[in-house]
């Protein structure tokens, strides 16, 4: 099994808002890509590389996609902008073995959406409200060393029904100042891969700068990195196991 600190991970970032609104490039004047690969490296690993929808093929290229055992995906304004081949190649990754971590309104990128067979829709206020994620699974893996709960003081609100599958293993669920509740830690497996959604980080707001935020995404990382498993086998099998 490869040591998480060898783990080879893309950061994705749709790279949009930092570049049009102000109040986003004030907290991350260098992309939202970039505080989350500082993070990630600040916690131990080594290879982390990061790519944005502007580039040629988004930055995913064939090449890229074989070499990443776990991707994070931001998304928010320009989910349609996404070509579809991409998005299929993102899917087949997944099934096939690599980890995919959704950060908050990737809930509606095609990756996503594909994976679940949902809609993902969901109910949001941007009022800059009180989020506080209570830790609803203190055993599992992406939960360690956060503590009882993360307290935001300012955040967008997401609100139930989120149009989701049942999660696998819910690990964090929100309350807001308004009273709205939120599925914020949900994991799922699909094929070979294993996904974490994780609900905080909307662009007017310092979030991905939270030492425990970037604590739980660290961890989400090295949950979510291939391990061995089954092979996947499928099509025609003209011959019988057994003899007929």
Same mark, same amino acid.
């Given at each position: 099994m490869t040591p998480f600190s060898k783990l080879r991970l893309t950061v994705w970032n749709e790279y949009r808002h930092e570049l049009e609104n102000p109040l986003v490039s004030a907290h991350y004047p260098q992309g939202?890509? *970039? !505080? +989350?690969?500082?993070?990630?490296? @600040?916690?131990?690993?080594?290879? !982390?590389?990061? @790519?944005? +929808?502007? $580039? /040629?093929?988004?930055?995913?290229?064939? %090449?890229?996609?074989?070499? *990443?055992? !776990?991707? +994070? =995906? =931001?998304?928010?304004?320009?989910?349609?902008?996404?070509?579809?081949?991409v998005a299929a190649k993102v899917v087949a990754r997944v099934q096939g073995g690599m980890g995919l971590i959704v950060l908050h309104s990737g809930h509606f990128s095609k990756p996503f959406k594909t994976l679940m067979g949902t809609g993902c829709d969901l109910k949001w206020r941007e009022a800059g409200e009180k989020e506080r994620l209570w830790v609803v699974n203190p055993a599992h893996p992406v939960a360690q060393g956060v503590?009882?709960?993360?307290?935001?003081?300012?955040?967008?609100?997401?609100?139930?029904?989120?149009?989701?599958?049942? /999660?696998? %293993? +819910? !690990?964090?669920?929100? =309350?807001?100042?308004?009273?709205?509740?939120?599925?914020?830690?949900?994991?799922? *497996?699909?094929?070979?891969?294993?996904?974490?959604?994780?609900? /905080?980080?909307?662009?007017?707001?310092?979030?991905?700068?939270?030492? $425990?935020?970037?604590?739980?995404?660290?961890n989400a990382a090295r949950w979510a990195a291939p391990t061995a498993s089954a092979p996947r086998s499928f099509g025609h099998r003209p011959q019988p196991l057994e003899a007929l």
């Open positions: 939202i890509h *970039t !505080v +989350l690969a500082e993070g990630l490296r @600040a916690h131990g690993f080594e290879h !982390v590389q990061t @790519a944005t +929808l502007d $580039q /040629p093929e988004h930055g995913l290229s064939d %090449e890229v996609l074989e070499q *990443t055992d !776990v991707m +994070l =995906w =931001w998304g928010h304004k320009a989910h349609a902008d996404v070509s579809d081949d503590g009882e709960f993360i307290e935001l003081e300012h955040e967008e609100m997401y609100g139930e029904h989120f149009d989701i599958p049942a /999660p696998d %293993e +819910l !690990v964090f669920v929100s =309350w807001f100042a308004g009273g709205e509740v939120f599925r914020s830690g949900c994991t799922f *497996t699909r094929g070979s891969g294993k996904i974490f959604y994780f609900r /905080p980080g909307h662009e007017t707001f310092p979030t991905y700068h939270h030492p $425990q935020i970037q604590q739980v995404i660290a």
